[in-house]
């Protein structure tokens, strides 16, 4: 039977025990230690149909599973990292998919995959990935893990056109000390919506989304491709320099593009309103 409060510090003054070594009711339980935090965030906006949607949720469940994805994770000091997973589109519009969960093997892999797999996926309108950053900051640290490094894991097919400006947002999370990193999708299909496509988008990703201590941006040149650039994304993520396995650097067409210190994307991080300024300023002219 379990001591009342009171009698609980009558026995602790008795015997001199210290009082506050006694545990407080207001006390949050302690948080697992972990090598990584890494929260995915997926872009569903209007130029991503449903079946582009479902490639990505797939080409994530696969890459979680893959071997040298699972030696990275037991590589760690812990041996193990926490995942969570939303999707995102409008400023307003971030769907949660997965909590925090802990991966630490192929088993907890293959849960994770699953419920990526069997949860419904959805498509939306505008560009927010001002919104996405906002939504992921305070999430990082909320849940039952504590990580050595906290990610922010963003994939995209375009700039961010809502909620924002989006280089302000980048430096919020980064000065959390949250390191951001870019998975673009160099996807030429028209957007749903009529919206123009940003052909540099890699290097409007390095100058205006990605930041921390060593980010970087992978490229998948297709949705096909998705799986293999997302997997060589996570393995970067989670293996840390000098211990990242060579199968890597040698397997994937992905293309990674290294953060570059200082660099400014020379069309301004504004350059995915203004196209959506023009794009709406020319259907009221019509």
């Keep these: 039977m379990p001591f009342k409060p009171l009698t609980v510090l009558v026995l602790a003054w008795l015997t001199g025990l210290p009082l506050l070594s006694l545990p407080s009711k207001g006390v949050a339980a302690e948080q697992m230690p972990v090598d990584l935090e890494l929260l995915l965030a997926v872009d569903i906006s209007g130029s991503i149909d449903a079946d582009e949607a479902r490639l990505q ?8 599973v893959d ?5 990275a994770i037991r590589g760690g000091i812990h041996g193990k990292i926490a ?6 589109s409008d400023a307003y519009l971030q769907n949660p998919i997965m909590d925090w969960t802990l991966v630490q093997d192929e088993a907890s892999a293959r849960a994770v995959a699953q419920h990526l797999l069997d949860t419904q996926t959805r498509t939306a309108r505008r560009t927010s990935i001002t919104g996405a950053i906002s939504y992921a900051i305070p999430r990082f640290g909320a849940g039952a893990y504590k990580g050595l490094r906290r990610v922010l894991d963003v994939s995209g097919d375009g700039p961010n056109n809502d909620g924002g400006p989006i ?7 980064v000065s959390a000390g949250i390191v951001i ?16 496509q940003l052909e540099d988008l890699d290097r409007y990703y390095e ?15 297709n949705f096909e491709t998705f799986h293999e650039a997302v997997r060589r994304k996570l393995i970067l993520e989670i293996a840390t320099a000098p211990a990242v396995p060579p199968a890597w650097q040698q397997i994937g067409p992905s293309v990674t593009h290294k953060a570059q210190s200082g660099y400014r994307y ?5 350059v995915g309103e203004r196209q959506s300024q023009e794009f709406w300023r020319r259907r009221w002219d019509q």
């Design 83 to 88: 995942v969570a997973y939303f999707d995102w």
């Design 167 to 173: 280089d302000l947002a980048r430096d919020k999370a």
């Design 181 to 196: 990193n870019g998975l673009v999708i160099l996807n030429g299909k028209q957007n749903t919506w009529g919206f123009p």
């Design 67 to 71: 071997k040298d994805v699972i030696k």
């Design 266 to 270: 020379p069309k301004g991080c504004d």
């Design 57 to 64: 949720r797939e080409g994530y469940a696969r890459a979680l």
């Design 207 to 221: 100058g205006c989304v990605i930041g921390g201590p060593g980010s970087f941006v992978v490229v998948a040149e």
